[in-house]
């Protein structure tokens, strides 16, 4: 197998719009680590080795005491060396950890990582980290035009995201936003989002109201919605009618009582529902969770299996919304084919998945193009909370649209030619037409 040198530089010197981040805001970064911030916990090398290389580590033997200690900002850089040592040989081949590897060597020109250099590895961190970086780091140095991002700083903290539902970003037109619809549907944060709003939610059309708000106050600057509540639940959300949610609503806004788990899910359903119907309104693309979990010892495979299967009945309910299925469903793979084949209104996104299995991701690829229509499908989202990793992140999705596609045209399915043209519309030119990115950027451009 060969990568041809054409689609090699084509794919290098195409932009690409990353669909899915979960950066936090960049003054963050350089306010250093807040104490108990599970999303920053500490600022020297082990940072690179957070997020989802900690689920490898993990999995590959690292405790939680030693998980502990080499997060920790109270151990000396140097001092962490010995607590990962001994797991790093059984990872630095996953993509989780090569994405690691490349960013290190592009940002800070240290070819591997040992005892040797996490001092000076540190240093080299902490100094990138200044005003303007993101952008240095996103633009220049990874070739992104524009990120999506589905922020996870706590909603509450004013000194981070502030809002339930969307972050407002000190760079709205290089961090676009997801509105997220956790608090209002499946969440179900009554008394913080009604206090966000200042109206009252005592009854479900108070609580209409209440999503209304959102909608009307962050729906123009956002990019899409996003719900990620595949993690707690089944992805089944029914068509429950007003009459039974009402009563339900009611009494949770109370808090005296408790649902019951059948209650709880109506509520969500008929809620999730309705924040499905405010986003088609106003042409938000539905981001949906889908497949494989973060984190370790906990996922239950066979509900994650379900969730294709589930969707169909809701596919059908909203023909003109356009829902995004994201992570490829992994490792679930070939039914999202199936689905962005045969339904109109589904959209596939790789974000997350290269890192995920690089080798799986690259099959992807070549198997949708050749079932599914090419202008369905977005290639790119780190899925990072740290900004350093998305260039290996993005490192590996280059090196595997540019083999899918070489395979493609060795194998004799598509002529080079053909190959060419895909690069554009896969990298970038579907993700701008589908969230509407010009748009979005007159809206964004004349709000800051
Ligand atoms: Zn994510």
Redesign the pocket.
Known sequence: MSILPSVREKVEVTPFIDT?E?LIEEKQRLAGPPPNEWLFPCDDWAYLFMHYTRNDLNAAGMSLKEQERFYSMAVDPEDKWPVFAPYWPRIQHTGYGQAVTYSIRRLYGEESIGPHNVARLTEKMRKRVRKGYYREILQDVCGIESCQV?SLEPPTDKRWRGSQVFCVSEYPTLLHQDLSTVAMSTELNVPQLAAESGLPARSLDDWYRVIDWSFERYGPRAVATKNQSAYARRLDYENVPKEVAAPLFARYAEGKDSLGEGGMKALQDHLWRYGVRRATEMKLPVKLHTGYYAGTNYMPLARVGQNLNDLCPILLDFPETRFVLMHITYPYQDQLIALAKHYTNVYVDMC?AWIINPAASVRFLKEYLMAAPSSKIFTFGG?YITVETVYGHSQIARRGIAQALSELVEEGWLAEKEALALVEPLMCGNAREVFRIEEKQQILEAVH
């Open positions: 899915h979960h589905n997350w899925d």
